[in-house]
């Protein structure tokens, strides 16, 4: 009979958890994307049954950002310790940080509006579309907040987990950093439900030069920085849809 012995105060070593591969990563991003449209098209069917369109469209879209949250947090799970330090870490002071990203999102905010206005100039027969991406606030002050926290909070910090932390940093672990950065925000651009609905240009090569901008500073000034900037892209739009209520 054969036994197994360990020396005095030692243990058996658990086996060691294989490290997510380049593909995974690749892979993985897409896979949530497509968990939050089947989300936002189960949850609108589900509600427009007994609810308003507004109704249906705020809470779908919350269900559908935290989802895409869930997926983020549970895919960085599977990552090494390390490199989730590497993802989170500070490349700045908090103030420096904060003050970057609002800066960066309120001039990304005007050049996507700016790159928008100049293609309904080109095509005026873009504008009836370009109004259709402007999705209606949730009705009354519960609806408008649910939204505000889906679009200000759950889909900064979901997107810039999926897209810049994870599939940004396993393209780089092949390509050069502004290749990937290309590829990223390509991809980043094409998974917004509304680019298909509505319109591909401008609308898409806006999304996609905040794709770019984000992905820079995301390797300049760290994950932060690009939530941030995330944020207060979404927040201006927000308070643009308050204010022409």
Known sequence: MVTN??????????????VPGFWWR????????????ITLIVVSV???????????GAVATA???????GCGLAMIRHLPRHERRQIFASKAGRATTLATGIGVGVALAIGSGLIISLGTW???????????????LGPGVAGTLLTMLAVM?????GEELIFRGIL???????????????????????????????LLWPRYLALAGIGVV????????????????????????TLALLLAR
């Open 153 to 157: 909070v759950f889909a900064p910090i």
């Open 214 to 237: 984000l992905a820079a500073f995301n390797r300049s000034r760290g994950y932060w920085c690009g939530v941030t900037a995330h944020a207060t892209i979404n927040t201006v739009a």
């Open 122 to 136: 080109l095509d005026p027969g873009l504008g009836s579309r370009v109004h259709g991406i402007e999705a209606p």
């Open 26 to 37: 690749l892979a993985m991003p897409l896979v949530a994307v497509v968990a939050g449209f």
């Open 5 to 18: 012995t360990f020396a005095p105060g030692t243990a058996p070593r658990p086996a060691s958890t294989a």
């Open 168 to 198: 940004l940093r396993g393209l780089v672990r092949r390509i050069p950093f502004w290749w990937a950065a290309v590829i990223s925000a390509a991809i980043f651009g094409a998974c917004h439900a509304d680019v298909w609905i509505y």
């Open 63 to 69: 269900a559908a950002s935290a989802v895409l949250l």
């Open 46 to 56: 589900v509600l427009l049954i007994s609810a308003s369109d507004a109704t249906a």
